[in-house]
């Protein structure tokens, strides 16, 4: 953190936002890069999993008995492939969104030290979120070069959905970032989170099947799901389907998510910083 701490002081001058940001990320980064073994597991390999369970071994089966041609014309795993890209990025913005956030808050009191400085509370939230931007587009960007060789990706557009899954991620980390600002305890709300929120979204936004496989009065809860747009859009450009119309309505719902949570964000942090 010596980058956060040691120019803002020796000038004692604001800093312009996008500085401020670049610094917050600049800590992070030297964190990242002396530990970053430990997020291996939950940000590439984990949606691979999902892939090799689903897509190779049970799609199999259901290229097999010709059920999944019903839905769509490409075999299950270049089906199933893009949307994990969109899973992955929810997972993986859970889990930057949530202990990290808190245990810079409550354990490790980074945030009150980058405070000090003429770094601004809501400059330090814009810099987590933009941090968080980025560790979804390398882990995803990851995902995609192992997918390669499954013969899963198809076409160009699967770079394109890359984008469209980090939009999805960040729609879920921004709100949920400003949630982990308010907790005083343990987190152990978030394992709430995770057990009630994460996983019926992974199990039930059209990841696996599509949602039209659903019963009529649950459907609803599966359009509010940041993930079914995002499915929608990174399954969509990656098998070449992406109507403009739904385009534009699935990304401005995640571009809607993603500045409300921003917003709310920054005034979590200014409360909780300025105590």
């Given at each position: 953190?010596?980058?956060?701490?040691?120019?803002?002081?020796?000038?004692?001058?604001?800093?312009?936002?996008?500085?401020?940001?670049?610094?917050?990320?600049?800590?992070?980064?030297?964190?990242?890069?002396?530990?970053?073994?430990?997020?291996?597991?939950?940000?590439?390999?984990?949606?691979?999993?999902?892939?090799?369970?689903?897509?190779?071994?049970?799609?199999?089966?259901?290229?097999?008995?010709?059920?999944?041609?019903?839905?769509?014309?490409?075999?299950?795993?270049?089906?199933?492939?893009?949307?994990?890209?969109?899973?992955?990025?929810?997972?993986?913005?859970?889990?930057?969104?949530?202990?990290?956030?808190?245990?810079?808050?409550?354990?490790?009191?980074?945030?009150?030290?980058?405070?000090?400085?003429?770094?601004?509370?809501?400059?330090?939230?814009?810099?987590?979120?933009?941090?968080?931007?980025?560790?979804?587009?390398?882990?995803?960007?990851?995902?995609?070069?192992?997918?390669?060789?499954?013969?899963?990706?198809?076409?160009?557009?699967?770079?394109?959905?890359?984008?469209?899954?980090?939009?999805?991620?960040?729609?879920?980390?921004?709100?949920?970032?400003?949630?982990?600002?308010?907790?005083?305890?343990?987190?152990?709300?978030f394992n709430a989170l995770f057990r009630f929120v994460v996983m019926p979204m992974t199990l039930f936004s059209g990841t696996f099947?599509?949602?039209?496989?659903?019963?009529?009065?649950?459907?609803?809860?599966?359009w509010i799901s940041p993930l079914w747009h995002g499915t929608e859009l990174t399954r969509g450009a990656a098998l070449g389907v992406?109507?403009?119309?739904?385009?534009?309505?699935?990304?401005?719902?995640?571009?809607?998510?993603?500045?409300?949570?921003?917003?709310?964000?920054?005034?979590?942090?200014?409360?909780?910083?300025?105590?």
């Amino acid at each position: 953190m010596t980058a956060l701490l040691d120019p803002p002081r020796a000038t004692g001058a604001a800093l312009p936002g996008w500085r401020a940001t670049l610094l917050v990320v600049e800590g992070l980064w030297t964190w990242y890069r002396r530990n970053w073994r430990a997020t291996v597991i939950s940000s590439v390999l984990q949606p691979l999993l999902f892939l090799v369970a689903f897509g190779v071994g049970f799609g199999t089966l259901l290229d097999r008995g010709g059920r999944a041609q019903q839905v769509i014309d490409v075999p299950y795993l270049v089906y199933l492939a893009p949307a994990l890209l969109a899973v992955g990025a929810i997972q993986n913005a859970a889990f930057e969104s949530t202990y990290p956030v808190l245990s810079a808050f409550k354990w490790q009191r980074n945030y009150w030290g980058v405070s000090a400085t003429p770094i601004t509370p809501g400059q330090l939230a814009c810099g987590q979120l933009s941090w968080i931007t980025l560790r979804l587009a390398g882990s995803g960007a990851a995902y995609l070069l192992v997918i390669s060789l499954f013969g899963a990706a198809r076409g160009p557009g699967i770079v394109a959905a890359l984008p469209l899954a980090v939009l999805c991620g960040m729609a879920f980390s921004a709100p949920v970032v400003a949630f982990a600002a308010t907790v005083e305890n343990d987190g152990a709300a978030f394992n709430a989170l995770f057990r009630f929120v994460v996983m019926p979204m992974t199990l039930f936004s059209g990841t696996f099947f599509p949602i039209s496989q659903l019963p009529e009065p649950v459907r609803p809860l599966a359009w509010i799901s940041p993930l079914w747009h995002g499915t929608e859009l990174t399954r969509g450009a990656a098998l070449g389907v992406l109507e403009l119309g739904p385009a534009l309505g699935h990304t401005a719902y995640l571009a809607a998510l993603v500045i409300a949570g921003v917003l709310l964000a920054r005034w979590r942090f200014r409360a909780r910083l300025a105590r």
